[in-house]
């Protein structure tokens, strides 16, 4: 009865999505300097969210060059011909607004979130620093200044943590020989000898209309947005310097299983893990569905089977859980962890994990957990929509990666035609015996292997 009713409830709340649908879907066009534009009504409250996605980001640098597209985006809220050092950000802070701005390897972008009254300023305070940012040799100027906070946030936030200096060990011998491979902050002697003059052809080469998408989520409407994108972003004048083919590339199987351990006295608790070669939404967007169903039901959270067993019956585990990187443009891991209960070792935990992985890989998943972990994944989705931000980075990440509008709208549709077999067989061609993977392991102490 209860599964009756949940069901019948998800299906009523679908349904009003849809009907739904028409008010909040985006509109898009093009400004004639080439400058893609997405706008996503939300009318709830007088707030927008303004956001411009730029197509570059750590798998466009050139040999030697790893974390100039994150060291830039740093240097791109300093100081520009018509704004004062640190006043762009003072300029949205005094106006009641929140900004920010992140890097990935497939693009970066930046944001403002404000009230609607003052989108105009945030377009043109976007537009300035697209075209008239200032750099220069000065040793106190802002590439060399933010080079250096650049250095000491890879102290931080890598160098300091045993478990990010892990990872970017497994994914540096994951994705060996593909772009993807050195961590979007990039190599520390690399960033160290990273010049003005980098920078300058950096920017010259990408930062253009033509290379740009211009998200714009709230209070608005389309003629609003096109209004004020014509007056801001319209004149600036495309430089037709940004390559038209990126340096993605298909992610290579992996030739061999390798052992990556990294020991270190600031843990607590170990972790095991094994990297897996999964699938890219971008590039196999059905594989890609069926494996995050299949991974769900495998360890998307406690009601999962490998939770069940492991840390529930067994108590072998205190934690685990599967999950895959697919929302890149190139093919990410596929990922089964677990933290071992105190007294067990991780040979015991890893025989745990893999009894039951194999357990699924022959037995299969029941229509029942299909269903439900589909209709997760859909109302996740849905429900997606009630965050303004939320959408606006939904879609602009994946446009920049040359995805559609439409296949977001379609997305919760698309997830809920995964079959069983489909899931089976996504997490069966992933995790199949005869597939090479990275195990980590991470542990107290001292020393790597």
């Given at each position: 009865?209860k599964?009756?009713l ?29 400058m ?23 798998v ?58 003052q ?19 000065d ?44 961590t ?86 170990p ?22 169903v ?14 069940q ?15 895959a ?17 105190p ?5 015991t ?34 429900y ?20 559609s ?11 809920r ?14 995790f ?18």
């Amino acid at each position: 009865m209860k599964r009756t009713l949940a069901a019948g409830l998800f299906a009523l709340f679908a349904s009003n999505a849809m009907a739904e649908e028409a008010a909040w879907a985006p509109s898009t066009f093009t400004l004639s300097n080439g400058m893609e534009v997405v706008v996503i009504p939300d009318h709830r409250a007088p707030v927008v969210t303004h956001m411009v996605w730029y197509k570059v980001g750590a798998v466009d640098e050139a040999p030697g060059k790893s974390g100039i597209a994150h060291l830039f985006e740093h240097v791109m809220f300093k100081q520009t011909k018509n704004i004062g050092p640190e006043e762009f950000t003072s300029i949205v802070q005094r106006s009641g607004g929140q900004l920010n701005a992140f890097t990935s390897w497939d693009y970066t972008a930046y944001y403002e979130r404000v009230a609607k009254p003052q989108l105009g300023k945030m377009m043109e305070l976007e537009a300035e620093r697209m075209v008239n940012l200032l750099i220069d040799d000065d040793p106190k100027g802002p590439f060399i200044s933010e080079r250096d906070v650049v250095k000491e946030e890879r102290r931080q936030r890598i160098d300091n943590n045993p478990n990010v200096i892990l990872q970017e060990k497994v994914l540096g011998a994951f994705w060996k020989g593909h772009p993807y491979e050195i961590t979007v902050i990039g190599k520390m002697d690399e960033v160290a000898a990273l010049t003005p003059q980098d920078g300058l052809e950096f920017y010259h080469q990408y930062y253009s209309p033509e290379n740009a998408i211009l998200v714009v989520a709230g209070d608005v409407t389309p003629d609003e947005v096109r209004t004020l994108a014509e007056a801001n972003y319209g004149a600036i004048q495309p430089t037709g310097t940004a390559k038209s083919e990126r340096k993605w590339q298909l992610v290579a199987p992996l030739t061999e299983t390798q052992l990556i351990v990294h020991s270190d006295p600031k843990v607590r608790q170990p972790v095991w893990s094994r990297y897996y070669l999964g699938y890219s939404q971008r590039r196999q967007p059905e594989n890609a569905l069926a494996l995050d169903v299949g991974l769900e039901i495998l360890g998307g959270g406690m009601t999962s089977r490998l939770y069940q067993s492991l840390v529930e019956q067994q108590q072998v585990a205190i934690s685990a859980n599967t999950y895959a990187w697919t929302t890149l443009h190139d093919e990410g891991p596929a990922v089964i962890s677990a933290s071992p209960a105190p007294g067990i070792d991780l040979d015991t935990l890893e025989t745990a994990v893999m009894t039951e992985v194999e357990k699924v890989l022959a037995e299969g998943f029941t229509e029942e957990e299909v269903v439900r972990a589909r209709n997760k994944l859909a109302a996740d989705a849905i429900y997606g929509r009630d965050s303004q931000s939320g959408m606006a980075n939904t879609f602009g990440s994946w446009l920049a990666i040359g995805g559609s509008v439409d296949d977001i709208l379609t997305y919760p549709d698309q997830v809920r035609a995964v079959t069983p077999e489909a899931a089976l067989a996504a997490v069966r061609s992933v995790f199949a015996p005869e597939k090479h993977y990275i195990e980590a392991q991470l542990l107290p102490g001292e020393g790597d292997l």
